[in-house]
């Protein structure tokens, strides 16, 4: 499977600035998505991370708050804009398989605190 | 509405005493459904992917099985090794967020030396 990588791995950031997570493959991979998982909750999914074109997102979640970037097909940014404590999460890229595009394997993460 | 549910919350063994976590899922198709590990401090490791009912998958001492309605992952002779949090994902067919993961909200799981 693809070795997935993500920056920075955790941030302690405060209220009201941004902070740009990176998310980058050593394969080039069809599919990637970014997902959030809020303290003590299971995974939950912001968008998808389209390359060359805009990311579709999921309900609750917006293009001003969550703006993605997918330059190419090995590399994604999400970046979390104005920053709430609300916003303490570990964000997570993930993948789909070369093999078979339904499986996903994802990245370790990326645990951001907000003051 | 899709939903999955995981069950128990938490599960505590004696090293090698075998046992079931469940998935139960309420979704109108269904495209695969998917078993991940998490440690703490880590993204989730993928384990098995089912996509119809009777399927089994076995790794080591994990062995997925799938329903029409729930998946078990059975642990067998289970060791501390395999303690950590398991995850169930649906992947469900139609709706517009094609390869969307929904996901239960897992099961702990500790096994004692």
């Known amino acids: 499977s693809a070795v997935i990588s993500q920056k920075p791995s955790r941030d302690i950031c405060q209220r009201g600035t941004s902070l740009t997570i990176q998310c980058q493959v050593d394969s080039q991979v069809t599919m990637m998505f970014w997902y959030r998982q809020q303290p003590g909750q299971s995974l939950t999914l912001i968008a998808t991370a389209n390359q060359g074109s805009e990311a579709t997102y999921e309900s609750g979640f917006v293009i001003d708050k969550f703006p993605i970037s997918r330059p190419n097909l090995t590399f994604s940014t999400l970046t979390v804009s104005n920053m709430s404590p609300e916003d303490s999460s570990i964000y997570l890229c993930s993948v789909s398989s070369s093999r078979n595009y339904n499986e996903q394997f994802f990245g370790p993460g990326t645990r951001l605190t907000v003051l | 509405e899709d939903q999955v549910t995981q069950s128990p919350e938490a599960l505590r063994l004696q090293e090698g005493e075998s046992s079931s976590l469940n998935c139960s899922y309420t979704?109108?198709?269904?495209?695969?459904l998917f078993w991940y590990r998490q440690d703490p401090g880590k993204g989730p490791e993928f384990l098995f992917t089912l996509y119809s009912a009777g399927e089994e998958k076995e790794k080591e001492r994990l062995k997925a099985t799938l329903t029409k309605k729930e998946s078990f992952l059975h642990i067998t002779a289970p060791k501390p090794e395999d303690s950590a949090t398991y995850l169930c994902a649906v992947q469900f067919a139609g709706g517009t967020s094609y390869g969307k993961l929904t996901f239960g909200q897992g099961t702990i799981l500790t096994v004692h030396p």
């Open positions: 979704v109108s198709g269904l495209r695969g």
